[in-house]
């Protein structure tokens, strides 16, 4: 159990300036020095990560790589339920408003060590989908990018479950699903990601879970002071005012950036290049022709005028556009029946797999721009245009 140190006020509240005094008879919490730093041992004890925590979370990240690989919501919605108590979460945001250092890092470790422990068997889930490609992912592209609902979601458990452990009596475990739901699943899909070499998924789920997490400990923090906790010394005071910041900072981007909500967030994908290759070709030669002997004149006689017909006009094709898969890592691109990552996979195309590029225009759909493809056997589809390469660029070929 972390011991606040009792040194941090003084010993008799009448000491304390009159300010002070007046703004702690509104607190809810006890104020007396003695009660109050029992009151805090006790929701300290309920916010420090516990063995069943790393435990629970090793299962719940189970669940949910589950979930991805059959492509479940409900599966999710399991997981979420299973997990532990995001108590690590109000943890930093409780050491953040009172001012301890030792137990904001405990907290700030234990929650990064059960989200480690979820993005690992995200790996290995990522691994093992290569065995079962094509597999399609859309539930961890979905849950890989920002959300305005899942703000929402992260700060009415991020409040609720403070309140809830504030409130010894109440029970904090239904609120915390929200904050599981919105944290675990988002680095469990850049687990996937990495392992399998699915683009837009790694980093984008880490880029999510760690503006999740500052949200969620931004809107606890708040709850704290507004249930009475105080920053007790400048350390409290120093890193509120930071989270409260990084808060800031966090809503200008989102509201500023709306349009970046539903696309990929992830580093610059690189563009592979053709390479011309040297071809040879056939010179033809000149050789000496035999001189053949005179023969005799034909007597010219009189034919008859053939009338000319109306010859066809040949109307020129264009020359189909080969194009190859060069995805970089995976393996190969999903084939899918629409633009978009939502869109379901028809196939999964091996690298170095010869399609034909459609005369249809570019589409942008989910952050990325796809173009329509045949494959030799005849199946059209669409695929992103990063995954291609081509030797000559097709007409409207932006990028």
């Not at 919490?29 to 090793?58: G, N, Q, Y």
């Not at 981007?253 to 970046?260: L, M, T, W």
């Not at 996979?345 to 589409?363: A, F």
């Amino acid at each position: 159990m972390t011991q606040f140190n009792a040194n941090i006020t003084p010993d008799d509240p009448e000491q304390l300036p009159p300010a002070r005094r007046r703004r702690a008879r509104r607190l809810l919490a006890p104020m007396e020095t003695e009660d109050k730093i029992d009151f805090l041992d006790k929701v300290a004890h309920r916010a420090s990560p516990s063995f069943d925590f790393f435990l629970f979370s090793l299962l719940a990240g189970a669940v949910i790589a589950g979930g991805y690989l059959l492509d479940s919501e409900p599966v999710l919605v399991l997981a979420a339920i299973l997990s532990p108590m995001m108590a690590p979460v109000i943890g930093i945001a409780l050491g953040t408003v009172v001012g301890s250092v030792q137990f904001f890092l405990r907290s700030l470790v234990g929650l990064l060590i059960g989200g480690l422990l979820v993005f690992l068997v995200g790996i290995l889930a990522g691994y093992g989908s290569r065995l079962w490609y094509p597999l399609d992912f859309s539930q961890a592209h979905l849950h890989a990018q920002l959300s305005w609902a899942t703000f929402l979601l992260v700060a009415l458990g991020a409040g609720l479950t403070s309140a809830a452990m504030v409130r010894t009596e109440k029970s904090a475990a239904l609120p915390s699903v929200a904050l599981a739901y919105g944290l675990y699943l988002p680095i469990s899909a850049a687990g996937l990601g990495l392992g399998s070499g699915e683009p837009f998924l790694f980093p984008d789920g880490l880029v999510a879970f760690a503006q999740y997490l500052s949200w969620a400990v931004l809107i606890a923090a708040l709850t704290f002071v507004m249930l009475g906790f105080r920053p007790l010394t400048l350390f409290g005071y120093t890193v509120g005012a930071v989270v409260l910041l990084l808060g800031i900072v966090i809503l200008i981007g989102v509201s500023g950036a709306g349009a970046s909500f539903g696309a990929q967030i992830a580093l610059p994908t690189h563009t592979p290049t053709a390479t011309p290759t040297q071809t040879l070709t056939m010179t033809p030669t000149l050789t000496p022709r035999t001189p053949l002997p005179p023969t005799a004149t034909a007597t010219q006689t009189e034919t008859p005028t053939l009338t000319s017909s109306p010859t066809r006009t040949v109307t020129p094709t264009p020359t189909p556009i080969v194009a190859l898969v060069n995805a970089g890592e995976g393996g190969g691109a999903h084939l899918r029946a629409e633009p978009g990552f939502q869109a379901p996979s028809l196939t999964l195309l091996q690298n170095g797999t010869q399609v034909h590029v459609m005369p249809d225009d570019p589409v942008q759909e989910g952050g990325g721009i796809w173009i329509h493809v045949r494959t030799i056997q005849g199946e059209d589809g669409w695929i992103l245009q990063i995954l291609l390469v081509t030797a000559t660029p097709a007409p409207n070929w932006e990028g």
